[in-house]
């Protein structure tokens, strides 16, 4: 495989620590029919890195797409891509998104049985392996894996839907989160998925959120650069 999905990661790191938060477009939104473009539009227009939404219709409503998709989305992009998955039973499919160049792989608490193997697996296929958490799930169920995990996923919106309104207890959830690095001495990546907007990008990087995903916020936006360049300085003018 060409693509070297921790070295892509680690630029992506760099610029993380160069200049402040980014935003990840979400491609839900995207139009399907051209989906190689869309990538290509969204990298012309600034973007870092990109949001891939994997759902199954059971750990969540809605089905969008699998690996195919995601390999497509991978074979078109020259940034790190995070694939969210939202299925049930996400150990059977680790490997197979990791495998296929997965930058990111990140996947819900709510859904593994064994954090512990699940993060380790992830890590020895060469992903990053971050844990993401539903609203009504209580932060402190993630800390016995903060040691272990590159990154936390904190959802703004209950996950299933673009395009929903932003649920501020999130903020809390970042504001636990920081607290909870430095007193553990860890190192994970904080990011925030859901809800963002031009109102609730500053909040959201002012309690330490640094990879930020915008799903509508982006693409529903008729020029994708414009939306990325003012959300971007929204978060760096609040971080
Ligand atoms: C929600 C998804 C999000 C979604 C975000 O279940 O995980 O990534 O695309 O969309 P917005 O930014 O519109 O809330
Ligand atoms: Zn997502």
Not at 149 to 175: N, R
């Amino acid at each position: 495989m060409s693509h070297q999905a921790g070295q892509a990661t680690d630029r992506l790191s760099a610029t993380l620590d160069a200049h402040g938060p980014v935003v990840l477009p979400a491609l839900l939104l995207c139009d399907y029919g051209h989906l190689a473009r869309e990538v290509e539009r969204l990298e012309a227009a600034g973007a870092k890195a990109l949001h891939l939404d994997v759902m199954d219709g059971r750990f969540v409503p809605q089905l969008t797409y699998g690996p195919v998709v995601v390999e497509a989305v991978r074979r078109a992009a020259k940034v790190p891509i995070e694939t969210h998955l939202m299925i049930e039973e996400p150990e059977a499919a680790i490997e197979t998104y990791a495998k296929l160049g997965t930058d990111i792989l990140t996947v819900h608490i709510e859904a593994l049985d064994n954090p512990r193997a699940t993060l380790e697996t992830i890590a020895s296929l060469g992903s990053r392996a971050h844990l993401a958490i539903s609203p009504n799930t209580p932060v402190e169920a993630l800390e016995p894996w903060l040691g272990s995990c590159d990154g936390v996923l904190v959802m703004g919106v209950e996950p299933g839907y673009g395009g929903q309104k932003f649920i501020p207890s999130a903020l809390d959830k970042l504001a636990w989160l920081v607290a909870a690095r430095s007193r553990m001495n860890a190192s994970f990546r904080l990011g925030l998925d859901g809800g963002i907007a031009p109102d609730t990008i500053g909040p959201v990087a002012a309690a330490g959120a640094e990879l930020i995903v915008a799903g509508s916020a982006v693409m529903r936006a008729s020029d994708y650069g414009r939306a990325i360049a003012d959300l971007e300085a929204l978060a760096r003018a609040a971080a």
